[in-house]
């Protein structure tokens, strides 16, 4: 900027040179009256009308000096605004960068939250199916189990039915042998009777 290779002047290097200009006016001025009453005093016309113009130039001097010095100040109140402009600008530029980089930041961190968020989503999802499959896989075992309990029940009732069965099975036979035996004996009776009878007959 043009504005950067002038020399730096302080505020308080340009109120010492203010009031070393007002001060100069001020004391043209009073140089100027001076002379007038000085002229006045001795009566001369010709002192007093030179004193007069002297006054005159050196009250437009210092009209000069002041006028000079009230642009000046206005210049230096002007540059004083430019320049607290600028700072604020340059202020505001780097509030908006720094909360351009705090807003990336912050949006950066959303962003991996929101990652993070969607990686334990999908964690859970698949949990969720890991349980759900396994709660099915035990629902069909525990079916299986009851079919299993409700077989083994039956297979344990034909068994005990069978045991019996076979028990009364024996019991019969044993009766059936019983019976055999007294058959035998009854028939072996009546044979030795039968031969005993045929025996007698042929000996008649």
């Known amino acids: 900027m043009a504005t950067s290779a002038a020399p730096s002047v302080t505020p308080a290097s340009r109120r010492r040179q203010r ?12 140089v100027g009256a001076v002379a007038v009453a000085a002229a006045i005093a001795t009566g001369s016309w010709g002192l007093t009308a030179g004193a007069a113009v002297l006054a005159v130039v050196l009250g437009a001097a210092a009209t000069r000096i002041t006028s000079a ?9 002007a540059r004083d605004r430019a320049e607290q ?3 604020y600008r340059r202020m505001a530029e780097e509030r908006a960068a720094e909360h351009a980089t705090y ?5 950066r961190r959303i962003a991996d939250r929101e990652a993070s968020i969607a990686d334990l989503e999908q964690g859970l999802t698949a949990a ?21 309990d409700r077989a083994r029940a039956e297979l344990s009732a034909d068994l005990d039915a069978a045991e019996e069965r076979a028990a009364e099975a024996i019991v019969r036979m044993a009766e059936l042998e019983q019976e055999v035996d007294v058959l035998r004996a009854e028939l072996e009776v009546v044979t030795a009777a039968w031969q005993t009878a045929e025996a007698t007959r042929k000996r008649a």
């Open 85 to 87: 402009a600028q700072a």
């Open 128 to 148: 969720q199916q890991r349980v759900a499959d396994a709660t099915l896989k035990l629902g069909t075992e525990a079916r299986r189990a009851d079919a299993a």
């Open 19 to 30: 009031s070393t200009r007002l001060t100069v006016a001020v004391g043209l001025l009073v």
């Open 69 to 77: 010095e009230l642009a000046q100040s206005r210049r230096d109140a």
């Open 103 to 107: 807003v990336e930041t912050v949006e």
